[in-house]
């Protein structure tokens, strides 16, 4: 593929920055790829292993005359990343974000860009539980979905964004502020938030640690376990600045948990039965549509996404 970037510049070195970086050069889409991480831990790190063709010491040095700026940092830190680098992009330069929540990104970091740059938000669907300028991988983004919101950016900037992340193995949709952060409420957010209460759950019986309840915890808990192992700053940050969706789609699962309470209360099988068959219709839609990778393949598991 072609070079559609010649200077990348990555703004936060953990997971989603780190995939990116291999990405795009496994893609050959960009010419020179600069990266920036808030601590010289991270930089001396992600210098150490190649992660980028540059590192640089400050954001100012790191976007100064790129073409595309990746905002690669926990949602809530983005407002004043926009803020500092404002002042040093280049006119005709494109910004972009990977941030799982889209309203309240784009209403943070869109006031601090000067005329002339133009920002297109995006959200890739695929992560892990790890974090960090050594997690990512090349194919972290192969045949996931990659969300745009174009929020009326011009559309030769837009569709070089969607070039890209189809560069990256991404399939690509585009969606408004608002429909993608309810869409990932229903099935990111929420679910990470249950999976954080299940194992706080067992954490108050004092049995997590308990080798025996590892030793024997079925594939659910498992999962939950690996689920509530995630970034903890990112996670605070997704349900502070996706708040009214997620409390939406809380109140409605609070109800259905009600019902099935109620339904295992009176020994109603059938209601149970005749949920469990429309759920496990769920499940099959998206194995057909190529959306569990883990189904399909044993190899590197995908992990949470947000
Ligand atoms: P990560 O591995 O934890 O990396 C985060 C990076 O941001 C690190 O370089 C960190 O710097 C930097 N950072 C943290 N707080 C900062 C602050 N206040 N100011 C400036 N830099 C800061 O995170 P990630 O998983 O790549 O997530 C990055 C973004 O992608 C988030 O907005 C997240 O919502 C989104 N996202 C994540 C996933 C996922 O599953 N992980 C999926 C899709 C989208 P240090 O290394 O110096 O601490």
């Given at each position: 593929?072609?070079?559609?970037?010649?200077?990348?510049?990555?703004?936060?070195?953990?997971?989603?920055?780190?995939?990116?970086?291999?990405?795009?050069?496994?893609?050959?889409?960009?010419?020179?790829?600069?990266?920036?991480?808030?601590?010289?831990?991270?930089?001396?790190?992600?210098?150490?292993?190649?992660?980028?063709?540059?590192?640089?010491?400050?954001?100012?040095?790191?976007?100064?005359?790129?073409?595309?700026?990746?905002?690669?940092?926990?949602?809530?830190?983005?407002?004043?990343?926009?803020?500092?680098?404002?002042?040093?992009?280049?006119?005709?330069?494109?910004?972009?974000?990977?941030?799982?929540?889209?309203?309240?990104?784009?209403?943070?970091?869109?006031?601090?860009?000067?005329?002339?740059?133009?920002?297109?938000?995006?959200?890739?669907?695929?992560?892990?539980?790890?974090?960090?300028?050594?997690?990512?991988?090349?194919?972290?983004?192969?045949?996931?979905?990659?969300?745009?919101?174009?929020?009326?950016?011009?559309?030769?900037?837009?569709?070089?964004?969607?070039?890209?992340?189809?560069?990256?193995?991404?399939?690509?949709?585009?969606?408004?502020?608002?429909?993608?952060?309810?869409?990932?409420?229903?099935?990111?957010h929420t679910p990470h938030l249950?999976?954080?209460?299940?194992?706080?759950?067992?954490?108050?019986?004092?049995?997590?640690?308990?080798?025996?309840?590892?030793?024997?915890?079925?594939?659910?808990?498992?999962?939950?376990?690996?689920?509530?192992?995630?970034?903890?700053?990112?996670?605070?940050?997704?349900f502070l600045h996706n708040k009214?969706?997620t409390l939406e789609i809380l109140?409605?699962?609070?109800?259905?948990?009600?019902?099935?309470?109620?339904?295992?209360?009176?020994?109603?099988?059938?209601?149970?039965?005749?949920?469990?068959?429309?759920?496990?219709?769920?499940?099959?839609?998206?194995?057909?549509?190529?959306?569990?990778?883990?189904?399909?393949?044993?190899?590197?598991?995908?992990?949470?996404?947000?």
């Open positions: 593929m072609a070079v559609l970037y010649d200077r990348v510049a990555l703004i936060g070195l953990g997971l989603i920055a780190g995939s990116m970086s291999l990405a795009m050069r496994r893609g050959g889409l960009a010419g020179d790829i600069v990266g920036y991480a808030r601590s010289a831990e991270s930089r001396a790190t992600a210098r150490e292993i190649g992660l980028c063709d540059s590192v640089a010491e400050t954001m100012a040095e790191a976007v100064a005359g790129a073409d595309l700026i990746v905002l690669c940092v926990p949602v809530g830190a983005m407002g004043a990343v926009a803020a500092e680098i404002g002042p040093h992009l280049k006119p005709g330069a494109t910004v972009s974000d990977v941030g799982s929540v889209k309203r309240e990104v784009i209403d943070a970091v869109a006031p601090h860009l000067p005329k002339g740059v133009h920002f297109v938000p995006a959200h890739p669907l695929a992560g892990t539980e790890h974090s960090g300028p050594t997690s990512g991988f090349a194919e972290l983004f192969d045949d996931r979905y990659c969300i745009i919101v174009p929020e009326g950016a011009e559309r030769a900037a837009v569709d070089r964004v969607l070039d890209l992340w189809r560069g990256m193995g991404a399939r690509v949709e585009e969606m408004d502020a608002a429909h993608h952060d309810l869409v990932l409420a229903v099935t990111s249950i999976a954080y209460t299940m194992v706080g759950v067992a954490d108050d019986l004092g049995r997590v640690t308990d080798s025996e309840v590892i030793q024997f915890s079925a594939a659910g808990f498992r999962d939950f376990t690996r689920i509530a192992a995630s970034d903890p700053t990112m996670w605070r940050d997704v009214d969706a109140g409605r699962f609070t109800e259905e948990l009600f019902a099935l309470q109620r339904a295992i209360r009176q020994g109603d099988g059938e209601m149970l039965h005749d949920y469990f068959t429309r759920t496990r219709a769920i499940r099959r839609g998206i194995i057909e549509a190529g959306q569990d990778t883990a189904a399909a393949n044993f190899g590197r598991k995908p992990g949470t996404s947000s």
